[in-house]
């Protein structure tokens, strides 16, 4: 609870919350907010300018630039979080798993972290997406199995640290099971490390599904997605370069509103971090104080 009221009470993590939540909803409705089908053809109504029909205009082919927006929420976002909780999922299964029976079980799991780690993540994507073919589906699968590795690894770290805590010791003597440990004292332990980590990691699969889509790798024609209406965009840049406005702005946004709450759920959870911050805010206030009483 003390996490949640220090969350509640930083400003900038309730304004990218409330940012987050907005954009989710959006997506959600956007049959019902859209005002037009974003798939429906006009080329007699190409590049029409902003008007009360087209908010945002209309592309290349007359569509509805807006909808698409409205529509792309669900193939750039929450394909993104689909892409992370099975991420995390796998990451925190096998991070516990080797960090609460080490010995062979954690070098075998280790081992094969260490060959997925070898490889730089964007040119595993690339190389997976390019052995399976353009795909949405292949574009979560290259994802996951870029990350996962390095989840699993971050994860055993905050195992191990648990491992020595006097509770989980009392609870072995006490005779609990593995599987009592693990989901009553174990999981809820790294649950904050786990929220830290795909915070921060959600807007960098959004940049990720973004750009697979903006090399035509990722999302195809004619489904809506922030990274092809950018695709699609720069064919036009010299003429009609305000069509990248309006995609580039929203990865923009969603991708910031993630990190800066990943930052600041990470200051929540560190009570260290959480005064330290405090105290700069304290001494932000003194200073401008001080100087207004001064003159």
């Given at each position: 609870m003390k996490v949640i009221q220090r969350l509640l009470d930083d400003k900038l993590a309730v304004f990218c919350l409330l940012v987050i939540s907005i954009v989710m909803i959006a997506g959600v409705l956007s049959p019902v907010l859209a005002p037009h089908n974003p798939l429906e053809l006009n080329v007699f109504n190409k590049y029409a300018g902003i008007s009360k029909?087209?908010?945002?205009?209309?592309?290349?082919?007359?569509?509805?630039?807006?909808?698409?927006?409205?529509?792309?929420?669900?193939?750039?976002?929450?394909?993104?979080?689909?892409?992370?909780?099975?991420?995390?999922?796998?990451?925190?299964?096998?991070?516990?798993?080797?960090?609460?029976?080490?010995?062979?079980?954690d070098e075998i799991i280790m081992r094969m972290c260490d060959?997925?780690?070898?490889?730089?993540?964007?040119?595993?994507?690339?190389?997976?997406?390019g052995i399976l073919g353009p795909n949405l589906m292949n574009v979560v699968i290259a994802n996951i199995v870029a990350k996962w590795a390095w989840y699993t690894r971050m994860i055993r770290s905050v195992v191990i640290q648990y491992m020595d805590k006097n509770y989980i010791q009392f609870a072995k003597v006490s005779g609990c099971s593995t599987s009592h440990i693990m989901r009553r004292h174990i999981l809820p332990g790294v649950s904050g490390e786990v929220a830290i980590l795909a915070t921060l990691d959600t807007g960098w699969v959004i940049l990720n599904i973004s750009a697979l889509s903006f090399l035509g790798l990722g999302v195809q024609a004619p489904t809506p997605e922030w990274g092809m209406m950018l695709n699609e965009a720069k064919n036009v840049m010299v003429t009609h370069p305000t069509h990248m406005l309006a995609p580039g702005i929203a990865i923009l946004i969603v991708v910031g509103a993630f990190n800066f709450l990943g930052d600041s759920i990470h200051s929540a959870i560190n009570p260290k971090l959480y005064q330290k911050k405090n105290n700069r805010s304290r001494m932000n206030v003194f200073t401008r104080n001080k100087k207004f009483i001064s003159k």
């Open positions: 029909d087209y908010p945002l205009g209309t592309d290349q082919l007359g569509r509805c630039i807006l909808s698409r927006l409205l529509y792309g929420i669900r193939t750039t976002i929450f394909l993104a979080l689909l892409t992370m909780f099975v991420t995390i999922l796998i990451g925190t299964i096998l991070g516990i798993i080797a960090g609460f029976f080490r010995g062979k079980v060959v997925m780690l070898s490889f730089p993540a964007e040119v595993m994507i690339l190389a997976i997406v």
